[in-house]
């Protein structure tokens, strides 16, 4: 099945520094590739998504493009906030014939320091 | 807009014992999914519910597993005969149906320990 590798943290910055969360995949085909994001004591929520190759989903400053050159989809953001401190994952349905099965990377720990 | 709801927010078990969780998806939502996620990992899939039917379940869900949607709206997990290997924050999550890429709304897990 298709699997996503995510660049390990954790990874700590200051405010307004510029974030890159690097993730890269395995598929077959052009599956639609996802970044979630999980705020301390909460649950996952959908950050950004791109559904073809050469998308960029853009969500809160974050933004990421699907490159099916490179197989990558890196999470970006030009200047990050405390507020942004999190875990982020990488996500990817793990088969074309089960697109409503996620697999999800490791996840990368953000810290923002003020 | 509530969001998904899951109860117990915590459970301490022995091993050997049997447990379940609840899950209430957003009323709107006819897809319920379980995920498993340990420590340092990213959620591994377990089952899917398309209103009342499961229609997917992971190689990981072993006999000891069973979910169920009756009336296709909340869901419960149990394990049965608990091993320690079982702990681990167990997620819901739901979704609209229609496209594949209607985005999941997770909440906030239940963390199981075994002892």
């Known amino acids: 099945g298709n699997s996503v590798t995510q660049m390990e943290g954790p990874v700590t910055l200051s405010e307004e520094a510029f974030l890159t969360i690097n993730c890269t995949y395995t598929?077959?085909?052009?599956?639609?590739l996802f970044w979630y994001v999980q705020y301390p004591g909460e649950g996952l929520q959908l950050l950004l998504k791109?559904?073809?190759?050469?998308d960029k989903g853009s969500n809160k400053g974050f933004e990421a493009t699907y490159r099916k050159e490179t197989t990558s989809f890196h999470l970006e953001k030009g200047s990050v906030q405390v507020s942004d401190s999190a875990v982020y994952f990488c996500?990817?349905?793990?088969?074309?014939?089960?697109?409503?099965?996620?697999?999800f990377g490791s996840g990368t720990q953000l810290t923002v320091l003020p | 807009d509530t969001g998904v709801s899951q109860d117990p927010r915590h459970k301490i078990t022995k091993r050997g014992q049997n447990v379940t969780f609840r899950c209430d998806p957003i009323?709107?939502?006819?897809?319920l999914y379980w995920y498993r996620q340990t420590l340092g990992q990213g959620p591994e899939f377990l089952t899917y519910f398309q209103n009342e039917a499961q229609l997917e379940k992971s190689r990981l869900l072993s006999d000891r597993f069973s979910a169920e949607r009756p009336k296709g709206s909340f869901s419960t997990l149990e394990i049965q005969r608990t091993e320690q290997g079982d702990s681990a924050m167990y997620l819901c999550a739901s979704s609209v149906l229609g496209t594949d890429n209607s985005p999941l709304h997770f909440g906030n897990g239940t963390r199981l320990t075994v002892t």
């Open positions: 598929a077959t085909g052009y599956p639609s």
């Open positions: 009323s709107e939502h006819n897809r």
């Open positions: 996500a990817l349905p793990l088969s074309s014939g089960s697109a409503r099965q996620l697999t």
């Open positions: 791109a559904t073809k190759a050469d």
